[in-house]
């Protein structure tokens, strides 16, 4: 079956713009993550969604940062106001349930913010 | 203190010879789980293996095992009979706690695998 698929890939953009990253979990799974891994390192956790609420928030750096997944199935991750230090890659995951399961993670969106 | 250590940034092995990636983890709660994950250059984080604490036989799927020392605290990834294909990044990760809490992973800064011809 389909994995978990992010759009867009990469992304170029300007310092003190907005972009938002799109994650599509695997159909069924009800828990989605994201995570950021910089350039040599491993990724971070941001934030987890169980449904349509976010469980767990506090990964995200600071207020420019915001995730929703209105519908329980695709979530966006938002980001204000980019800085050059967000440069990096989002990645996203999704496992059946949260406690206890497998994470399966997308190929990421490279972000570029210049 | 790191939670997760991987000491070697790379490594290197010959075709079809095995090859042993460390990693040692911190952790205070007697419930954990560890995982390996494979980083090819096209980014994607791809599922390998998982031990749990409690687990009493070390973990094996297909080429990979995971040799668990638990008083060591240390979940090496062993890959025998090492293809071209294997050549990625390599993720050790784990996740703390029992029920709702243990969703979040906490991951290495990963070992460079390169496989020679």
């Known amino acids: 079956g389909a994995g978990v698929s992010q759009t867009p890939s990469n992304k170029v953009t300007e310092k003190g713009k907005y972009v938002e990253l799109r994650c599509d979990p695997i159909?069924?799974?009800?828990?989605l993550y994201w995570y950021r891994q910089s350039l040599g390192q491993g990724p971070e956790f941001l934030i987890y969604f169980q449904g349509t609420g976010a469980a767990d928030d506090s990964g995200l750096p600071n207020d420019r940062f915001f995730a929703v997944r209105p519908e329980g199935s695709v979530s966006t991750l938002k980001i204000q106001r980019t800085e050059r230090g967000d440069s990096a890659v989002y990645l996203c995951?999704?496992?059946?349930?949260?406690?206890?399961?497998?994470?399966?993670f997308g190929p990421g969106t490279r972000l570029l913010v210049l | 203190a790191q939670k997760i250590t991987q000491t070697q940034p790379g490594m290197f092995v010959q075709e079809k010879e095995a090859v042993t990636l460390d990693c040692t983890y911190d952790?205070?709660?007697?419930?954990?789980?560890l995982f390996w994950y494979k980083q090819p250059s096209s980014g994607e984080m791809i599922f390998l293996i998982y031990?749990?604490?409690?687990?009493?036989q070390n973990a094996t799927e297909g080429r990979y095992s995971l040799n668990f020392q638990k008083a060591r605290k240390s979940a090496n990834l062993v890959i025998s009979a090492s293809q071209l294909g294997d050549s990625a990044m390599y993720f050790c990760a784990m996740r703390e706690g029992r029920g709702g809490s243990n969703y979040k992973l906490t991951f290495g800064k990963g070992t460079l695998l390169t496989v020679n011809p």
């Open positions: 031990q749990g604490s409690y687990d009493q």
């Open positions: 159909s069924g799974h009800t828990a």
């Open positions: 995951a999704s496992s059946l349930t949260a406690t206890g399961e497998t994470q399966y």
């Open positions: 952790t205070s709660d007697p419930s954990y789980g």
